[in-house]
């Protein structure tokens, strides 16, 4: 029984309209689901994936608007990643990121790999990392666009960095626990900080990887716009989350149960720093209910929410996705 690799990230969004302006137009990334958030069907959640909703290629992002910052600090899934075929594409991204205005960095070394961070209009931390050949976790498929040649697009969600406090802890969680394993270290690029810790699953390579940074020295982060909700890892099947949710009991980690999202099977919990984790299934996916041509263009709602459909829709406010 092992965790594939990364499913999803979840992010807090203050405006959706600029979000997928961001992820569709610039990012080139494809909306494949738009629905409601389903613990509050007043919020839109918003899917952008490769172009068939792989997973392991989706950023999702909760909308909420007049949504206060994102503060800095420990307990907090702090960067997120998005995979790029080579060092080629990230100079296009460079390129690009200066055409378009949105703040980056250099192209540096994580990890002995070439990345390029960036922020999106909501201020999330977000990090381009070239593949390069690397052995892994398989890529997704790219979103085709006119402006973003095929092999330069982005295919798929790269490591994720869990900064916190103390890192004993949540290294228990991901070793003994979920099964991740060390596999190396990099310097900190923010200064005289302990090295960062990357712990990998699966078949490993940028779509496996857990990423832990030490910093005792900032405050408690407090989420927002821009901030990330969970991050989520792939289970292949229906039989593994049985024994998933069991071994989240014979290990006395408090969790949600079994919650079914119709798109996937989801279990949640905390780990001891405060991070909230996702186990999803890979089955049965975004075209469940929508043909995978048109994924993405109307307002999608999971059977048990289908009834609602007229109230739920009254109670969201209009949104124009162009």
């Known amino acids: 029984m092992k965790l594939l690799g990364l499913h999803h990230v979840s992010i807090m969004t203050g405006k959706a309209e ?63 990643s998005l995979r790029v075929p080579s060092t080629e594409s990230l100079l296009f991204w460079k390129e ?44 997704g498929i790219p979103w085709h666009r006119d402006d973003i040649p095929l092999e330069h697009a982005i295919i798929g969600l790269g490591p994720v960095t869990l900064t916190v406090g103390i890192a004993e802890p949540t290294i228990g969680v991901l070793t003994e626990v979920m099964g991740f394993r060390f596999v190396g270290s990099y310097p ?32 408690r982060a407090r989420l927002g716009r821009g901030g990330v909700h969970h991050v989520a890892f792939r289970v292949p099947n229906e039989e593994e989350y049985d024994q998933w949710a069991q071994r989240l009991k014979d290990n006395r980690l408090p969790n949600s149960g079994k919650v079914e999202r119709y798109y996937f099977k989801a279990l949640y919990f905390r780990e001891p720093n405060g991070i909230l984790f996702e186990l999803s299934t890979d089955t049965p996916g975004f075209a469940t209910d929508e043909p995978m041509e048109t994924m993405g263009q109307t ?21 124009e996705l162009n």
Do not use: C, W
């Open 188 to 219: 900190s690029l923010e200064g005289d900080h302990p090295e960062i810790l990357v712990y990998a699953t699966g078949e490993g390579g940028t779509g496996a990887e857990v990423h832990i940074e030490t910093r005792p020295d900032l405050p």
């Open 18 to 80: 600029k979000n997928y302006e961001f992820f569709t137009k610039i990012l080139g990334m494809r909306l494949v689901k738009k629905t409601v958030n389903q613990d509050d069907t007043k919020s839109y959640h918003l899917f952008y994936a490769d172009a068939e909703g792989t997973p392991g290629t989706e950023v999702t992002f909760f909308d909420i608007p007049g949504l206060g910052n994102s503060y800095r600090g420990t307990s907090d899934i702090s960067t997120v």
């Open 96 to 139: 690009r990121f200066i055409q378009y205005g949105i703040e980056h960095g250099e192209i540096e070394k994580r990890a002995y790999r070439d990345t390029l961070a960036f922020r999106d209009y909501d201020g999330t931390r977000i990090i381009l990392v070239a593949d390069n050949g690397e052995k892994g976790v398989r890529a």
């Open 299 to 319: 307002l999608a709602l999971p059977p048990f929410l289908e009834p609602r459909r007229k109230e739920i829709e009254a109670n969201l406010r209009p949104l």
